[in-house]
């Protein structure tokens, strides 16, 4: 035996004695009877929603399907006149799902540690790549699983023509595709962190254009083509190979980081936080620096509500990527409205109610942010109504513009007379304040009892608290689209979406503090 040899350090890996030590420790304190019980209404659930979500399905196939060969010919927003390749909608979509998956993902930190990991293990003189490999792996099968689970639906209802086992492979290459995208977001985490935005889009180019690929490939897999899923695969073992290489690269900070977004993230989840969530995915260090913007903020205002709506204007200016989510929801509702087909006047209204409900909550940032210590507002010298009608200004006057943007492509597009971007602008008005709203959410009395449901107990205050702000939401939004299904505005649907809009104020005004 050499010296080198003697003096060598045992082979010794912390991950793995830690998690044995603790599932040990949990195996001794938990009894059998607790662990069937909870097997068994895991198994039970999801037994429940597997033939719930099957019959909905075959439900709306029909409904789809009856709905498609109506032969009325009259649409919202009549088809371009030039011919598109078939399943381009669809392949807007998976790309658009694909490009979300990437950036929640790189959000999420995909190869990332905990607090306790990163304080005791990232210190030690140890090769990383084992202490991470395996969470990264369990995270792609675990996304593999959920996104071939979450295709089926969407498949099954939107393309009537392909065959079970078609929809089955093309449900297993999206969920490789989303494995892909994940991967992408770890290569990005392993190469050096760019300090500019500008950089940072730039660098997602590279795998946008490849998740584009992969989008029109999924598609075409639904025909039944084995050799594009096995060219789909082997990308995904290619990136593997790559990103594996490259773990020991990942700087420590990197790691951290991304531990304590999920574990955030993982506990809005597990309390059915959708504002805490909102603020988990947005934990990198916002706001962009600007001489200009601080001179102006320096000059204050005559009156208390004047200094505070300066302030959130300024907050709100200065809030990076607060117009990413609107007006990439408004290109993609438009790009599927044009790539659709001549689908039924109730489908593309529902496409329009979906991207309401998508860019509404993003412009509430500002508002959530000053709802984690609502104390602070009642410092200020003025009344919580004067308060919450500040947090809403820019709000609605951002969300009207952007109503009225939508409205006006529809009309150029043949949709209805330009009197529904007046129509538009007044329910961007009740969006602003159904954004504030939602914001500013009641947190849940979790000490009420339970209810039941077939997926087991519910909180009965949780529901009412996720409802808050997607109720306003709906309520402005009913004039507009039936303004939008006649095409043209009456004057008393004028009235009722400005009295609608109105209420919708009034309601966050006048809300409950608590």
């Not at 200004?393 to 006006?408: D, H, I, K, N, S």
């Amino acid at each position: 035996m050499t010296a080198e040899a003697a003096q060598a350090p045992p082979s010794f890996n912390p991950v793995h004695y830690t998690r044995r030590a603790s599932r040990a420790f949990n195996r001794g304190r938990t009894p059998f009877r607790d662990a069937f019980v909870d097997v068994y209404t895991a198994v039970l659930a999801l037994g429940t929603i597997g033939a719930l979500a099957a019959g909905l399905i075959l439900a709306l196939r029909e409904q789809v399907e009856q709905a498609w060969n109506v032969g009325s010919g009259r649409t919202l927003v009549a088809p371009p006149p030039f011919s598109l390749p078939d399943g381009t909608a669809a392949a807007v979509l998976v790309f658009a799902a694909l490009a979300a998956v990437m950036v929640v993902a790189r959000k999420l930190g995909p190869v990332a540690v905990s607090g306790p990991e990163g304080y005791w293990w990232l210190s030690l003189p140890l090769d990383r790549r084992p202490m991470v490999a395996g969470r990264l792996i369990l995270r792609l099968l675990l996304v593999w699983a959920g996104a071939s689970l979450l295709y089926l639906p969407f498949g099954f209802v939107l393309d009537l023509e392909t065959s079970v086992s078609g929809q089955l492979l093309a449900a297993g290459t999206f969920g490789v595709a989303a494995v892909c995208a994940v991967l992408f977001a770890a290569l990005r985490q392993a190469g050096p962190v760019p300090r500019a935005a500008v950089v940072r889009r730039r660098g997602m180019l590279p795998g946008l254009l490849v998740l584009a690929l992969l989008a029109l490939v999924t598609v075409r897999v639904a025909a039944g083509s084995w050799a594009l899923a096995l060219t789909v695969l082997s990308v995904a073992g290619a990136l593997g190979l790559v990103v594996f290489a490259r773990l020991d690269r990942i700087p420590g900070r990197e790691l951290v980081r991304g531990g304590a977004v999920s574990g955030h993230a993982g506990a809005a989840v597990y309390l059915m936080d959708l504002n805490e969530m909102g603020r988990a995915l947005s934990a990198e260090p916002d706001g962009v620096a600007s001489p200009r913007a601080a001179r102006w903020y320096a000059r204050g205002g005559r009156t208390p509500f004047g200094a505070l709506l300066r302030a959130d204007t300024a907050a709100f200016l200065r809030t990076r990527g607060l117009w990413v989510r609107p007006v990439v929801v408004l290109v993609l509702c438009v790009f599927l409205l044009l790539t659709g087909g001549a689908q039924p006047p109730l489908v593309q209204l529902g496409m329009i109610a979906v991207a309401v409900f998508a860019a509404v909550p993003a412009l509430g940032a500002v508002a959530r942010r000053t709802a984690i210590m609502p104390g602070l507002d009642l410092l200020l010298p003025l009344p919580v109504s004067v308060v919450r009608l500040s947090r809403m200004a820019l709000p609605a006057a951002v969300l009207a513009l952007w109503t009225a943007v939508l409205c006006v492509v529809l009309v150029l597009l043949g949709a209805g007379d330009p009197s529904l971007i007046a129509l538009g602008a007044l329910a961007g008005v009740g969006f602003g304040a159904s954004a504030v709203r939602g914001a500013y959410r009641v947190e849940p009395d979790w000490t009420a009892p339970p209810i039941d449901t077939p997926f087991g107990p519910m909180p009965s205050a949780q529901a009412g608290s996720m409802m808050r702000g997607l109720d306003t939401t709906l309520m402005a939004l009913v004039p507009l689209l039936l303004g939008l299904f006649l095409g043209y505005v009456p004057g008393v649907l004028l009235l009722a979406q400005a009295g609608f809009s109105a209420v919708c104020v009034l309601v966050v005004i006048y809300a409950n503090a608590r």
